[in-house]
């Protein structure tokens, strides 16, 4: 759930700054490629968008050919001028780093796109918004084999104070599904445990007092709350 987190912060910065980047031109692309870092990320790059083409279902695919024109033409640049201006960043440290983002951001895409395709019982990807209709927090759940009732869910939710200053807070683990309610435990540490009580398209989160006074979160993030599942669009 990094991946989510990188890219919430990250698209509020090039959407503010888009306007203002200087764009990098062929010949500066080609000389970053003659270094092994950054080739290494535009290839990671590559592959992820080539596994998203074979993969991803094609309604959520033509959208995102539509964020990736975007990104291209405005979007990686302004991602890589903050790093330089902010970070203290070379530009090709910024380049290097802002395109290994977009790799993890076309991953992250993909596995939405096909939990979004699942229709029949509890897995699938849920969206939690607040007061004001953003979305502010999401949660996967998964199965990995019909025949048991383990499930698996990820939840991450976050507080945004300013475009530069997002909390965040996740949890993880594994847990069986009975009478419509898992209480998921995480392996590592079992403080960690929350109960998810699904009921149609609305999956409810609810996180222990351990969990909630363990420091798992960043202060004023909450867990707790109504995800609504998402659906491809047709």
Request: overall charge negative; aromatic content about 8%; proline content about 3%.
């Amino acid at each position: 759930m990094k991946t989510m987190r990188k890219f919430f912060a990250a698209l509020c910065f090039w959407v503010l700054l888009a306007g203002t980047a200087t764009a990098l031109s062929d010949p500066e692309y080609r000389e970053m490629m003659k270094e092994p870092e950054f080739a290494a990320a535009d290839r990671a790059l590559n592959e992820a968008w080539a596994e998203a083409k074979r993969s991803m279902p094609k309604s959520a695919f033509e959208e995102l050919k539509k964020q990736q024109r975007d990104w291209n033409a405005k979007g990686r640049d302004a991602e890589a001028r903050v790093l330089m201006d902010e970070g203290s960043m070379t530009a090709l440290q910024a380049y290097t780093e802002v395109t290994n983002g977009r790799a993890d951001h076309i991953r992250e895409a993909l596995d939405v796109a096909l939990l979004k395709a699942l229709t029949d019982g509890a897995p699938g990807y849920y969206v939690r918004r607040g007061e004001d209709g953003k979305e502010n927090g999401w949660l996967k759940v998964r199965q990995r084999d019909r025949s048991r009732p383990e499930l698996e869910a990820e939840v991450e939710a976050v507080l945004v104070l300013r475009p530069d200053n997002v909390r965040s807070g996740a949890l993880s683990g594994r847990g069986d599904l009975k009478d419509g309610t898992a209480e998921i435990v995480n392996p590592e540490d079992e403080e960690g445990k929350m109960t998810v009580t699904f009921e149609g398209d609305r999956a409810t989160v609810t996180t222990t007092d351990a969990f909630k006074e363990g420091g798992w979160c960043g202060m004023g993030v909450e867990l707790d709350g109504v995800y609504v599942r998402q659906k491809l669009r047709k």
